[in-house]
């Protein structure tokens, strides 16, 4: 048991991360590519990252010794269906020296083992966009929102970007001047917070800025929403509560009220210590007391941890949990 | 003075409507044209159907009697900066015989004076988009909204739309069947009301059918809307409620609280008995109980009474405007 070693790999837009475990948790190797979403990037290019982040995991370790391996990532199952994308990932598991099979599954179910090892609970994860799924016996069973900016990542990167600028164009319209976050917000898009004498005209400016680019750069600006929250504007801080009420309706869609299962928080705007985490924790103490509510963690160990599960060895997937994946809030 | 017309233009992206009237109400003429936005059209077009239109109204009218005229349409300030633009007009100007002088104001200002005499006022427009504007001295003055589908835009047809289909989303998300709009969208979309047995297979295939088309398509779904509430049904009452309140929330950013001007109510989704005009009405009343709202009527008659007002023989303006512009609600 001590010579068994699980890999796992976690593919996300901007970068990808994987780790080489043994049951014992130790850490034999750690690698790492760039973004590899198949969906954005190709599975060639997705398939590419990954062999070099397997190569780095795998330093030094005999492949011969790897037994199981899991793949986290966006748009799993598309990949699935694609038979050339998932050649694509074969050559690269080989060229790795594996042997083993893997198994592949959607970003969000990796983000809700690195977070808990209960088979059953709900992950909601914000970033550019926004989505919820309920987690049944460690496989993503029913979704909500994840509709994409224009119909929905209600509470997203996106819709605090917008609302931002919304925020900002209204300020105008009623001819106020802007509050720190609408100053901020103009110097991003326009380089200065002045206001024109006659404030139509940077109304005018403002949207033909954003309209110029692509409608899910406005995401650009969620940062912007955040910092000022931290330092306390009323405006951002009104925000973030609703982005807040916008993630957990929308958990809600899939979640029974009062349910006890965890809720793991994923997400750039959801994992650390942001404004927007600790809004949704409130939240989600409203609407599900008894509910323990954990922050996504290294995806690359949750991965193998997934993938170490189904090993006859494994008696107590629940210890090898908490020896594999690093804990977190 | 009874020898003396006046010419009113009217210029929509669906039609362009000219009428010719004496300062004693008499209508020797009406002229209609194709859309002849010129931003969306081009100038040189816009201008040709200016020209139907013109001689439509002026068929067996002398020319030389023509004293004045006013061309209402969106985009106006665009129009006037552009040379070649300004140049098309004054040709199909010319071209209809014409010799007087034409003044080119916004739609929204067009829209406003159908509704009323008084010199000040609000005019608040809901069609594919939505604007309220201040009216001053009969000159458009401050705008709220109008910001587009992207950032603005609240109550509107595309607003409405969009938030149809947000809300059939939320029902596949949480595994209700869809109700009787959201019938009707999935229809239109998908063209029939069936759900796949995975609900999220209709969720995705319903995002794909609306981020293939331009996004402003989503404001054809909006009649459905429409048609849902005058049935009653709570779900499209309650989206009528908040567009209703969307719009008079604009139309605050630029309207003192409690003012008594007049508030002319305009575009498709206000003009007539409709449920959206309806609550409008309801919210305006609740903010500003001491005006009186008025219906958007007969834009090319108000076009040419505002032409008619400059002219030295015209000593008392609001009489004229009852003979010249036919009354609405």
Do not use: K
């Not at 998932?86 to 050559?91: E, P």
């Not at 592949?104 to 994860?125: F, M, P």
């Not at 200065?192 to 005018?204: C, L, N």
């Not at 409130?282 to 993938?307: K, N």
């Amino acid at each position: 048991m001590s010579d068994t070693v699980v890999v796992g790999l976690d593919v996300g837009g901007t970068s990808t991360r994987a780790a080489a475990l043994t049951l014992t948790g130790e850490r034999l190797g750690s690698g790492r590519g760039g973004g590899g979403n198949p969906t954005s990037h190709g599975a060639e290019r997705a398939a590419a990252e990954l062999l070099t982040a397997l190569r780095g995991a795998l330093a030094g370790v005999d492949p011969a010794r790897v037994r199981a391996g899991t793949i986290g990532l966006a748009g799993a199952a598309r990949l699935l269906a694609d038979p050339a994308g998932r050649a694509a990932f074969d050559r690269a598991w080989a060229q790795a020296g594996l042997r083993c099979p893997y198994a592949v599954h959607g970003d969000a179910l990796v983000a809700y083992a690195s977070g808990t090892a209960a088979a059953d609970g709900t992950v909601l994860i914000a970033g550019t966009g926004a989505i919820a799924a309920q987690v049944r016996d460690l496989r993503l069973d029913r979704v909500a929102d994840g509709h994409g900016w224009l119909l929905g990542d209600a509470g997203s990167g996106f819709w605090l970007g917008r609302e931002a600028v919304r925020h900002l164009l209204a300020d105008l319209d009623r001819g106020s001047a802007p509050g720190p976050l609408g100053a901020r917000v103009l110097t991003e898009l326009l380089g200065s917070a002045e206001v024109a004498p006659r404030p139509r005209d940077t109304v005018d400016t403002l949207v033909q800025a954003v309209t110029r680019q692509a409608p899910v750069e406005l995401a650009r600006l969620a940062p912007l929403v955040v910092t000022a929250a931290v330092e306390g504007e009323p405006a951002a801080v009104d925000l973030i509560g609703q982005a807040a009420a916008h993630l957990a309706e929308s958990a809600s869609r899939i979640r029974p009220a009062g349910a006890a299962a965890p809720i793991v928080l994923g997400g750039g705007l959801l994992t650390g210590d942001t404004p927007l985490a600790a809004a949704v924790r409130a939240e989600a103490r409203r609407r599900w007391p008894d509910a323990p509510v954990r922050t996504a963690g290294d995806g690359a160990a949750a991965a193998a941890w997934l993938a170490a599960r189904d090993l006859p060895e494994v008696t107590d997937p629940a210890a090898l949990h908490a020896l594999l994946v690093p804990a977190t809030a």
